[in-house]
């Protein structure tokens, strides 16, 4: 293995005092005059809180902007599932919060992995972000004042998180949607739904347009631009069951790294606890319960092996509230890796509930008699109709079963304090890129971190390379990069089309995803990690020879989508074992069993390990190096987490 | 186009426009059927109502042109917004069916077109059984007046008529049924609390209406009114 | 348990369509509607067949992707619910299911069960939004809202966009869908300044898109799994009076 203790990875950051350094690269960038923003033309790749709010952002400022998204309308992007909230450092309620600490709590939560200077810029602007919001006219939640409330989440000791109702991500998208329309109709921005980008086409060494699968009637379609911005979204599809929507993907970044950038921390993996479980092979994606239930429910499994007694006939001493035993003070509120790792373990035991004993249960009945029942309605209602919606069961009476399933990917492509990747030109925002989470994201932080990349941090970045690029030959789509990328992706669909072998495509992801879980799930180790970059490089040969897909290309064909974003996800898969393996340490959501303390904590190494790990692309049979961009902790110092 | 054109042209001015027109019919039936209901009081009672309203002269005529505009509009509307649904669903349902619930449906409401078309017809029958026949004419307190009485009496006591009058008028509670209810939510009168409530007044109304004129056919062929 | 199918197949917008039957054996009470389809579909293509193309995204009820007509119903037969969030245990064993794409002239077919709601983004260009630079606007408690306003604007605001209200509407009528989001931003403050031009530009293009009538069915408001009520349809109607009867 090679290691780069790297130059290439130059993170740009400014110099100057935490909180001034952006305040300054600011006045230091480049700028684009007006009437030269026309003569540009950007290619956004996802309509998500961060495409979407950088495309009208951009739009705004005059570039013209093309747009793409897979769904049939851009609004239906994955951000638009997410419920809990999203955080600012408004400190509303006065309770002592500040961007400081705002900072801070990210950073510590982040398991300290990651850039002091890009969290610290994500807090200042997250009350930004707030206000543009409120302007565009989101229904955050108010009081009766008519002022907004905020609420705490995901164990933060402030209120900092608005909300709106449990359909946050919804509202935020929505008003960086309806921005963006108002562009469409005033002529700026083109929106192409229904596009899959299949390839990033390079001039010069520069990102200049990109292949885009036609998902109506399956031609490839060619655009050209000065920079392509990469929104596509979080990647934890990888592991076949996941919280995000059947659509996400790798395939954008996945292409864009085996054409040189890099792609930082694969292996960042948050898997959070309070899921419904799976229950049964049918099981096409895993539903998210809000959080926010640990603060009323206890979480236990019955003391014994293989107990099928109905819950509710396990008496009180027979049961095992392992969370509240093994983290007296924080007891149900640990933090989602250590609760989902947990879960983990007992159901290892064979202590786990449901048919599968792949659960744990999640009971009310204290709270119910502590609040009565009224209380416990009013304030989990909905997610108790929703529960019981999808599992016929009443938590009011029975408890609830939940089981954790993976649900963000803190990794992503690498970039700079400019969101810039390795690839001139080509920017990568929201959880594509390898972000400002470090090992382990905390709640209502992503939704904050796509906005804050699209409203306020590319506008002001991407002129500076615009500018630089000013004069730089105009290129068409007839240019010979094209034919080359376009032949390119046109073979890969006929290779993958011509197998018709005899597994269906849902065969090879559920294999792909039972050998993530099982071996960069949450709790990994060095046989298992070695285990999978054998079996998957297996599987992905098998892929190539029995996968049978159904149709033609030249019609609406999802299992062909599918197919080539699963293909894709066989080769992510063995990076970010790949990462896994590499990483001998314990930090956030990256778990090693051979680094724990005796009582079963994670153990960090920062002597060896306070880096963000890059890998960079070398070739179909050749191993990928791994760079490192150190970590200087200037303004905070690391400490070790205890939650005892 | 002028702003009043643009509004009429609109889906949600056409709208508005049938409700208008709508509720304009409705207040003239009420009307009419107050003015009916003095048949029961006795033929003096019945031809001086009639007198009065045909005294009006000038006045008399821009109402019926009025009314007659009205129930041109409303019609044309109601013909027109029904044809614009195969324009915006050329292929059909193999299946259809309402879910219910707050779904108002209803058959009366599914039904409008048919018992708009039916009220149609029935009107034209209507003014050449009564409006454009030649009355008899009777003394009343001095002054020559048509035997409007004479002529319900008449008509009524003939079964088929009395029972195609009945028919219809069930057919007219049915229009309304959905129409008044339908009236107020086009004009955005509706709210989300009053909307259970305008709904069943709207129910009572047309009930109350059919009722009303169905009542005058039956009792006279029953010859219940002396 | 059993369930038979009649699906709908079409291969794109100019071929002829039909109801083909299937039958599922092997269904499991607690898979939702959209897994039985997976299910279905992983037996066709291991048959060799074609699979049945549907839109899905978030299976969540959120994003808006689905929409299936079960035996007449758009999203089937329960409350409030979008159809990725039906689930099976609903029906009984040996049932037939009719399953159909939304019908709509202003949702062209694209194959199968999938069609295109593109109409809804152009008229939500029209004039669904607040013009607002991204910049740095007035701190965000400066205007307070009152509790009530604000949530109603957020009833309204829960649309996701699927379309459902138009294809269980008999005139397929889009007003259910453009009602809410004109009433969403009457009710907020932010709103005030366009509030004649967006009502005006959003009917017209609602009737340029070739949606129909609404003749107050009230069916949308029955199938809205978001549980948009009709009064976003009279509160549009009202502003749309007030704007035409003031606009220059
Ligand atoms: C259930 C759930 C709940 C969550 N709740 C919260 C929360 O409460 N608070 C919080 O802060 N975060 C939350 N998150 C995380 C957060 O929602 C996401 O991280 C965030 O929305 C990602 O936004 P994005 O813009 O990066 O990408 P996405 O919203 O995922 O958008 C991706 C876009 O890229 C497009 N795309 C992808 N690939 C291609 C391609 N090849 N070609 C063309 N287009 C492509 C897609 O069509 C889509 O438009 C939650 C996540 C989940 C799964
Ligand atoms: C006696 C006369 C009539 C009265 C009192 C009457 C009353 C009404 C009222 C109050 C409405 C509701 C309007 C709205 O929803 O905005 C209505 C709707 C309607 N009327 Fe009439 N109407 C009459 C005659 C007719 C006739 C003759 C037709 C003929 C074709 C007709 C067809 C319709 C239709 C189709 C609608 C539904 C329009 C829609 O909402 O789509 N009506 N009527
Ligand atoms: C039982 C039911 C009804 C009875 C007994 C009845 C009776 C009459 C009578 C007697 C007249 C003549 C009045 C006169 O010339 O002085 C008349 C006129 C008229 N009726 Fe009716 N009517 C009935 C229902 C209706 C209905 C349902 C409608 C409309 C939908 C209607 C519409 C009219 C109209 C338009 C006129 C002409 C008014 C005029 O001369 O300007 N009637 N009716
Ligand atoms: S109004 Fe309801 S049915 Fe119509 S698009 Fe919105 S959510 Fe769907
Ligand atoms: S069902 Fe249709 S008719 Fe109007 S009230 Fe709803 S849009
Ligand atoms: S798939 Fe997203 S709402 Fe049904």
């Known amino acids: 293995m090679t290691v780069i203790n790297s130059e290439v990875l130059n993170s740009k950051v400014p110099e100057g005092d935490l909180k001034d350094k952006w305040e300054n690269h600011k006045n230091n960038l480049r700028l684009v005059n007006p009437a030269n923003k026309r003569k540009f033309t950007i290619l956004i790749v996802g309509t998500g809180l961060a495409g979407a709010s950088a495309a009208a952002s951009l739009a705004e400022l005059g570039y013209k902007v093309k747009v793409f998204c897979i769904q049939d309308s851009p609004r239906r992007a994955h951000s638009i599932a997410a419920q809990g909230g999203i955080n600012a450092a408004k400190n509303y309620p006065n309770d002592g919060d500040s961007i400081w600490r705002l900072f801070h709590d990210t950073i510590k939560g982040g398991d300290y992995r990651s850039r002091e200077a890009n969290v610290f810029r994500l807090a200042q602007v997250s009350n930004n972000i707030i206000d543009q919001c409120v302007a565009q006219g989101v229904p955050f939640a108010r009081e009766y004042g008519g002022l907004l409330d905020n609420r705490s989440f995901g164990g933060a000791q402030v209120s900092r998180t608005f909300y709106a109702r449990g359909q946050t991500g919804q509202q935020l998208l929505l008003g960086a949607y309806s921005a963006m329309m108002r562009q469409v109709h005033a002529g700026r921005i083109e929106m192409l739904a229904r596009r899959e980008m299949l390839d990033l086409v390079k001039i010069e060494g520069k990102a200049r347009g990109i292949i885009v699968r036609n998902l109506n009637n399956g031609e490839l379609e060619r655009y050209v631009g000065d920079a392509v911005l990469l929104c596509s979204g979080g990647y934890g599809n990888v592991y076949y069951l996941s919280t995000n929507a059947k659509n996400s993907n790798a395939s954008a970044i996945w292409r864009c790294y085996k054409r040189g950038a890099q792609f930082a921390n694969p292996s960042f993996t948050q898997i959070h606890p309070t899921c419904i479980p799976v229950s049964g092979k049918y099981q096409s994606k895993l539903t998210l319960m809000s959080e926010s239930l640990r603060n009323d429910g206890r979480v236990w499994v019955s003391g014994k092996k293989n107990d099928d007694r109905h819950p509710n006939d396990i008496p009180e001493k027979e049961r095992d509230y392992f969370l509240e035993r093994r983290y007296p003070s924080f007891g149900n509120l640990v933090p989602r890796d250590v609760a989902s790792r947990n879960a983990k373990y007992v159901c290892d035991e064979g202590r786990g509930a449901s048919k599968t004993g792949l659960a744990v249960y999640l009971d009310f009945h204290d709270a119910i008699e502590a609040d009565g029942i009224d209380t416990i309605k009013a304030r989990y209602g909905n997610l108790f109709a929703m529960y019981e919606k999808i599992t016929g069961e009443n938590p009011y009476e029975v408890p609830m079963r939940i089981f954790p399933a993976v649900h963000f990917t803190m990794g992503g492509l690498w970039v700079d304090y400019n969101l810039s990747s390795t690839i001139p030109g080509l920017y990568v925002m929201g959880e594509a890129n390898f972000a400002d989470h470090g090992a382990n994201r905390l709640g209502a932080s992503a939704l904050m971190q796509g906005l804050a990349d699209g409203y306020f941090i590319i506008p002001n970045t991407l002129g500076d390379y615009l500018a630089e690029n000013l004069h730089t030959q105009e290129v068409s789509t007839d240019h010979e990069a094209f034919d080359e990328v376009e032949k390119e992706a046109k073979e890969r669909i006929h290779k993958l089309l011509n197998v018709q072998g005899r597994k269906t495509v849902l065969d090879f992801h559920r294999e792909l995803g039972q050998l993530m879980w099982d071996n960069v799930g949450m709790s990994r180790n060095r046989e298992g990690l070695e285990k999978a970059i054998r079996d998957i490089a297996q599987l992905r040969e098998a892929f190539w020879k029995e996968v049978n897909i159904p149709g033609e290309n030249n019609t609406y064909n999802k299992y062909l989508e599918y197919a080539l974003r699963i293909a894709d996800f066989m080769e992510l898969g063995e990076l970010m074992a790949r990462d896994a393996l590499e990483r001998e340490e314990s930090c956030g959501g990256h778990f090693r069993e051979e680094y724990q303390s005796e009582d079963g904590e994670a153990v960090r190494d920062d002597e060896h390990f306070s880096h963000v790990a890059a890998w960079e692309y070398k070739g179909e049979d050749e191993a990928p190096v791994k760079h490192k961009e150190e970590l200087n902790f200037e303004f905070v110092t690391p400490t070790q987490r205890s939650y005892k | ?226 | 348990m059993t369930i038979h199918l009649k699906i709908w197949r079409q291969k794109d917008v100019g071929s002829p369509g039909k109801l083909v039957d299937y039958t599922v054996d092997d269904v499991n009470p607690d898979m939702s509607f959209l897994e039985m389809l997976d299910w279905l579909n992983e037996r066709l293509m291991n048959e060799g067949e074609e699979p049945v193309e549907f839109d899905h995204d978030c299976r969540e009820g959120i994003c808006g992707s689905c929409n299936l007509v079960l035996n007449g119903m758009a999203h089937g037969p329960e409350q409030g619910t979008a159809v990725c969030q039906l689930h099976m245990r609903k029906y009984r064993d040996g049932d037939t299911i009719v399953v159909e794409p939304w019908r709509a002239k202003a949702f062209p077919m694209i194959k199968d069960l999938v069609v295109d709601r593109s109409a809804f983004d152009r008229i939500m260009a029209a004039g669904g939004y607040i013009s607002v630079n991204t910049g740095a606007p007035a701190d965000a408690n400066a205007i307070p809202v009152n509790k009530y306003d604000a949530d109603l604007a957020f009833d309204y605001a829960a649309c996701i966009g699927c379309g459902a209200c138009v294809a269980a509407c008999p005139n397929s009528s889009a007003s259910l869908f453009t009602g809410a989001k004109i009433s969403q931003l009457a009710h907020l403050p932010q709103g005030a300044p366009e509030r004649k031009k967006r009502v005006v530009g959003m009917v017209e293009k609602m009737a340029r898109e070739g949606f129909g009538d609404c003749s107050n069915f009230a069916e949308c408001e029955a199938v809205c799994p978001a549980g948009i009520s009709i009064t976003a349809i009279a509160e549009m109607r009202r502003e749309y009076a007030k704007a035409l009867g003031e606009i220059e």
């Open chain 2, 1 to 226: 186009m002028s702003k009043a054109a643009t509004f009429l042209n609109s889906q949600v001015g056409r709208k508005i426009a049938t409700g208008v027109t709508g509720l304009g019919l409705v207040l003239f039936i009420i009307i009419h059927l107050i003015g009916n209901l003095s048949y029961y009081a006795g033929p003096e009672a019945m031809n001086t109502y009639s007198y009065t309203l045909h005294q009006m002269g000038p006045l008399l005529w821009i109402v019926r042109l009025g009314l007659l505009a009205f129930f041109l509009y409303h019609v044309w509307l109601g013909i027109s917004i029904w044809m614009g649904r195969r324009k915006a669903r050329p292929e059909a349902y193999e299946v259809y069916a309402s879910r219910g619930g707050v779904s108002r449906q209803s058959w009366s409401a599914r039904s409008m077109i048919l018992t708009g078309i039916l009220l149609f017809l029935f009107v034209i029958t209507h003014l050449n059984t009564f409006a454009f026949h030649d009355f008899q004419t009777v003394m009343t307190g001095g002054l020559a007046m048509h035997d409007v009485h004479q002529r319900m009496t008449e008509v009524f006591q003939k079964p088929l008529y009395t029972i195609y009058y009945v028919a219809i008028m069930v057919l007219l509670g049915m229009h309304l049924r959905h129409g008044v209810w339908s009236a107020f939510q086009s004009l955005g009168w509706m709210s989300r609390k009053s909307n259970p409530v305008i709904y069943g007044i709207a129910f009572l109304l047309a009930f109350i209406i059919a009722i009303g004129f169905i009542g005058l056919p039956i009792s006279i062929y029953l010859g219940l009114v002396p």
